[in-house]
């Protein structure tokens, strides 16, 4: 697949009602270090921490509904936007005015050869890791494979060591995979980085 316009339709996006349920999380370092993120429970015997995430009304991420997200507790979805002829944009926004905000955004191939294998997803995670290096406290952003839900993929953290006026400091961006299609997700924040991983955990979870 031509993975330079899949790379740079993820940048280019990153730059730019029913009952709620609750959902629950586990993370947990496996047998090779690295952390994983899933709704199922871990491997037998190995410890995990978990936590509840509550959801509000559903929300389309497509036009024609056929995948849909339910909007994490304490934020509100704005109308849903094209950028791009393949893909659809959601901008959500903390219902209590504070700063933040979040991008979600699905890519649909035009031809089934074009999705993404996981190592092309990881790979385009990568790219959005290697970008945001530059400016980061971090001294290493190696993205991390997550399972929420539908959705499968890879995530990475980082925080701005000095960041503009007018800017975010925190910042957790994850692409993946629903179906036939690529999810990419930027979450920005003030309050916390944790905060920010939150944000992201509970809207990726609740896709379908």
Do not use: C
Not at 100 to 119: E, N
Not at 129 to 156: I, T
Not at 180 to 202: F, H, P, Y
């Amino acid at each position: 697949m031509n993975m330079n316009r899949y790379i740079a339709a993820f940048l280019a996006l990153v730059l730019v009602g029913s009952v709620g349920d609750a959902q629950k999380i586990y993370q947990w370092t496996d047998e090779n270090g690295q952390k994983q993120y899933s709704q199922r429970p871990p491997p037998e015997g190995v410890e995990a921490e978990t936590r509840v995430l509550e959801h509000g009304k559903r929300v389309a991420l497509v036009p024609d509904g056929s995948v849909v997200a339910r909007v994490p507790d304490g934020w509100v979805a704005g109308s849903l936007q094209t950028p791009i002829p393949e893909a659809s944009t959601l901008r959500l926004t903390p219902s209590d005015g504070s700063d933040g905000v979040m991008l979600v955004s699905v890519i649909t191939p035009t031809r089934a050869a074009d999705l993404p294998s996981a190592d092309e997803v990881r790979l385009i995670a990568e790219v959005g890791a290697a970008k945001a290096q530059a400016s980061s406290e971090e001294a290493q952003l190696n993205p991390e494979a997550f399972e929420f839900g539908q959705v499968r993929g890879y995530w990475f953290s980082a925080s701005d060591r000095a960041p503009p006026p007018g800017e975010y400091k925190y910042m957790t961006q994850a692409t993946g995979r629903v179906g036939d299609r690529v999810i990419t997700l930027t979450a920005l924040g003030q309050q916390s980085k944790a905060a920010t991983e939150d944000a992201a955990q509970a809207l990726l979870a609740g896709i379908r």
